[in-house]
């Protein structure tokens, strides 16, 4: 049984300092590894990733912990120093890669990738006319081109997981206001989960859509931004063996919101 916790969106900011180490405590006791969904910082600020560093390293130091980075840390376009600075507390940022970890003998492993909007079956955009929609539409389908390959390395673990800002379905949007769904997601993310059908895939981003959703293939997606969730982090429950992993979420995690 592989115990995985995850949480998107904690934009820490310079003033955060203390805002979420305390509800990460008992986070090593409770999961095998610590996943976090993008959106770290506020404006993508290497000072505000300094801070999340510190509220970080604890539980980073006892549990194997990897990120991917929302479309907030790109805001000030430092979002390599963002990367940098985590990387200086075991925060590993993954885009476009895939890590591996063992836990009591299972592999693991996490495909992460930033992912982007474009829209969902019937509603999307389309590399069409003006260069800016065709820019658009060419830097989703390339982010999940990088999933697609982060998830081809990872083809051979026990137990995989993909790990996304945005989000692969409409099911965990179901809250936002239908208008921004194209920039909330990408249905090019769900064609790549199902091609792979990793155990668990995780995003962010969808600040007021839900929790639960599954693709079109049946891939377990989990909505893990920090407001949805009302907690702190969510953990789940993977069984190891290809094909019947179950995708369980742990009621008590005890730890509350931050
Ligand atoms: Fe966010
Ligand atoms: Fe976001």
Avoid: W
């Avoid at 305390?22 to 590894?33: I, T, V």
């Avoid at 137990?159 to 936002?176: F, K, N």
């Avoid at 059908?197 to 891939?219: I, N, R, W, Y």
Wanted: hydrophobic fraction near 40%.
């Amino acid at each position: 049984m592989i115990r995985v916790a995850a949480v998107g969106d904690v934009h820490v900011g310079r003033d955060s300092r203390g805002r979420l180490r305390p509800h990460l405590k008992h986070l090593p006791e409770r999961a095998d590894l610590f996943l976090v969904a993008g959106d770290l910082t506020r404006r993508g600020l290497p000072e505000e990733a300094e801070v999340l560093a510190e509220e970080l390293r604890e539980v980073a130091d006892a549990v194997p912990t990897f990120a991917v980075l929302g479309n907030h840390d790109f805001e000030s376009g430092r979002e390599q120093e963002v990367v940098e600075v985590l990387a200086g507390v075991d925060v590993q940022v993954l885009e476009g890669e895939a890590m591996v970890v063992a836990v009591d003998g299972t592999t693991v492993g996490i495909a992460g990738a930033k992912g982007f909007g474009g829209g969902f079956p019937g509603a999307s955009g389309s590399e069409f006319g003006e260069p800016e929609m065709k820019a658009f539409m060419r830097h989703s389908a390339e982010a999940a081109g990088r999933l697609d390959a982060a998830l081809a390395k990872i083809a051979g673990e026990d137990v995989r997981i993909a790990l996304m800002h945005y989000s692969p379905t409409e099911d965990t949007l179901d809250g936002e206001r239908l208008e921004i769904y194209p920039f909330l997601g990408s249905y090019f993310l769900a064609e790549v989960l199902d091609r792979h059908a990793p155990d668990l895939a995780l995003h962010g981003h969808a600040h007021a859509g839900s929790e639960k959703g599954l693709t079109a293939a049946g891939v377990c997606v989990r909505n893990v931004a920090q407001p949805v969730l009302g907690r702190a982090y969510a953990t789940f429950c993977l069984d190891r063996g290809r094909g019947d992993v179950a995708c369980e979420d742990a009621t008590a995690t005890g730890e509350t919101g931050a």
